[in-house]
């Protein structure tokens, strides 16, 4: 059975600083997709990026990037130039490819930007 | 385009009754997932449907089904509501399920009394 580990319930960090959020995952399947997921107080989900796992590169969306370590099974977020807006919860998430539609979540980490 | 739509957005029930959600995915995607989202539980998967069937299935009781028709649009329904069921449920959407990013609407909050 897959499984998604957040180990920080909660974070808190100065506007403009960078933020790393961390998420390990447990698998045996080779073939798969991990994501993040954005839940600010209006309870909204938003995707905020997806990797591809077999894809060497990280991914990256303009301020966010993950750092996709497959052999560890560590997919952590970064969130560069933090801002106010970015507080939220964040999920991180994994999907077998092909055969599943199913989303494993990890328990979430709460972000707080502080002014 | 617009989004995934949810309704109704809060429901309030009395334990033993049942209920009924909604859920309109994006115009054009076909797969439609449920997820339940509770404090203590977390985000955890209900069922996806595809072309009107159900395609996966999550470790929920038998009091939880769905359903989606030909235009896509899916129910959720819970029977016999029980305290605990109280929590958001959350619908996604898809082009096809499995390797298309899913997109989430804004949930229906329950709660049980």
């Known amino acids: 059975a897959q499984t998604v580990t957040q180990s920080q319930p909660e974070m808190s960090v100065q506007e403009a600083e960078t933020v790393t959020l961390s998420c390990t995952y447990d698998?045996?399947?080779?073939?798969?997709?991990l994501f993040w997921y954005k839940q600010p107080p209006s309870r909204q989900m938003i995707l905020v990026i997806r990797q591809e796992a077999y894809k060497q590169q990280n991914a990256t969306e303009n301020r966010f990037s993950v750092n996709f370590q497959k052999a560890a099974k560590s997919f952590s977020l970064k969130i560069s130039d933090s801002q106010l807006g970015d507080t939220a919860m964040y999920f991180c998430a994994f999907m077998v490819a092909i055969r599943d539609d199913k989303i494993i979540f990890g328990k979430g980490t709460r972000l707080h930007i502080l002014p | 385009k617009a989004g995934v739509t949810q309704t109704p957005r809060y429901l309030i029930k009395t334990r033993g009754q049942q209920v009924t959600l909604s859920c309109s995915p994006i115009?054009?995607?076909?797969?439609v997932s449920w997820y339940q989202q509770t404090p203590g539980q977390g985000l955890q998967f209900l069922f996806e449907y595809f072309s009107e069937t159900q395609r996966n299935k999550g470790n929920f009781p038998g009091r939880f089904s769905g359903r989606q028709f030909s235009n896509s649009r899916s129910e959720m329904n819970v029977s016999t509501l029980e305290l605990g069921d109280s929590a958001l449920y959350l619908c996604?959407?898809?082009?096809?399920?499995?390797?298309?990013?899913?997109?989430f609407g804004p949930g229906t909050r329950l709660l049980v009394l």
């Open positions: 996604a959407s898809s082009w096809t399920g499995s390797t298309q990013t899913q997109y």
């Open positions: 698998t045996s399947e080779n073939n798969y997709y």
């Open positions: 115009s054009g995607h076909r797969s």
